[in-house]
């Protein structure tokens, strides 16, 4: 039995069988979190871009470079975690997250703004996987459904109030207290962390960490997240916006052969391999692009060519959330009792429908057309999302 089992044999025996539901709840309040101030930010974007004298093309960084460096975050949890543990690595995730949060409420520039936005996203990637893993690992394979279902109502439905949080914070007070609104929750999770997240002790060796790979990772993703935001105002063909593009494709083969080679890989690409896995990591991708796309979009869209008010463009994804809230514990159920491809395919048609009644949106749509748009898509993701984290961590 390892030092992590252990613990958990520990903390189980000591609060009995609530202790699972215990440090899902931990775990869920921590990406709330993080998913709120994710989300939170975009109804604040055309405040930004007037506060700084900037285009869009520069404050769709804040999103951005969220997402880029959570990506990383993601790939270097196992280290951090086989090193520290998971409660130290959870608190000191939730700790630079707060930090982040601080930073960017009093950024006096757009840069330093950015910087907060990167520190919050690699700290979200370390600690997202983590609550996953943990959860996982609490629960047997045949609650895990349900399991997931919980924990993905409080991930989903803090992108539907999250804007509506954020458009409150602009009406009463200022953009720049968007950023607190996820402090809270930052020090009741970690609070939370401290009793009920497993641990274990520090090893006396230090296991090696892939530094090439990391380093390898982190200029694909700089080179190619470069080249594609700035490539329409500097230019498709230009010097600078080809050498990005280049080097970041170059960079993203260079990762994939190290990793194959390297006997401490930073991420085990063979588990593509896997097609059940592989189709899932695939379905991810599409409706993973579609929602923080369309978190993003929506918001902007509805106050620079419609005309809403910050609160108006947050009140308008609230039905969503509540709907989400009824459906993702009955979602969670199903899919430990159906098939998962039932459950995916039904959800991405739902969601491809809402995203194509979207699409026919202009200037002349009024409030509750867009609500029922929104609420068509997010029904969609609410099937999703319990059924393909659960099949994609069975398949491996």
């Known amino acids: 039995m390892t030092p992590n089992d252990q613990s958990i044999t520990a903390l189980s025996n000591h609060y009995g069988p609530a202790y699972r539901w215990l440090v899902t709840v931990t775990g869920m309040v921590g990406v709330v979190s993080m998913v709120l101030a994710m989300t939170t ?16 093309d520069k404050a769709q960084w804040m999103s951005s470079a969220y997402m880029a460096t959570m990506t990383a975050g993601m ?8 090193v520290l543990g998971e409660r130290r690595t959870f608190v000191g995730a939730l700790f630079f997250f707060s930090l982040g949060a601080l930073l960017g409420g009093t950024a006096p520039t757009e840069d330093a703004l950015i910087f907060a936005r990167v ?15 943990t959860i996982f690992t609490v629960f047997p394979p045949e609650r895990r459904g349900m399991a997931m279902g919980v924990f993905g109502l409080g991930v989903v439905f803090a992108p539907a109030i999250g804007p509506t949080l954020g458009g409150l914070m602009i009406e009463y007070f200022s953009w720049r207290y968007v950023f607190f609104i996820s402090l809270p929750f930052c020090v009741i999770a970690a609070v939370l962390g401290l009793v009920f997240m497993p641990t274990r002790p520090v090893p006396k060796v230090i296991p090696p960490f892939d530094w090439l790979g990391f380093g390898l990772l982190c200029a694909a993703l700089l080179g190619l997240m470069t080249g594609i935001a700035d490539g329409q105002r500097e230019g498709w063909a230009s010097d600078a916006i080809v050498f990005r593009l280049v080097g970041g494709a170059l960079a993203t083969v260079a990762f994939i052969w190290w990793e194959l080679k390297t006997p401490r890989a930073l991420l085990d690409v063979r588990i593509f391999g896997n097609i059940e896995f592989s189709a899932a ?3 991810a991708f599409i409706f993973g692009a579609g929602m923080m796309g369309s978190t993003y979009i929506v918001p902007v869209f509805v106050q620079t060519i419609i005309g809403f008010t910050p609160l108006l463009a947050g009140l308008m994804m609230m039905p969503a959330g509540i709907m989400l809230a009824f459906i993702f514990p009955l979602a969670g159920r199903l899919s430990d009792a159906m098939p998962a491809s039932t459950m995916i395919i039904g959800g991405l048609l739902l969601f491809s429908l809402g995203f194509a ?10 409030f509750w057309t867009l609500v029922g748009m ?22 491996l």
Do not use: E, H, Y
Not at 41 to 52: E, S
Not at 75 to 82: C, D, F, P
């Open 41 to 56: 930010v975009n109804v604040a974007v055309p405040d930004v871009m007037g506060a700084f004298g900037i285009g869009q």
């Open 75 to 82: 790939l270097i949890n196992a280290w951090l975690t086989g």
């Open 119 to 133: 520190l919050q996203g690699f700290s979200a990637g370390v600690a997202q996987p983590l609550v996953m893993a």
């Open 281 to 283: 990591a695939l379905i």
């Open 357 to 366: 009644l979207m699409a026919a949106a202009d200037i002349d749509t009024t």
């Open 374 to 395: 929104v609420m068509v898509s997010r029904l969609g993701l609410g099937f999703i999302n319990p059924s393909l984290n659960a099949s994609s961590l069975k398949a």
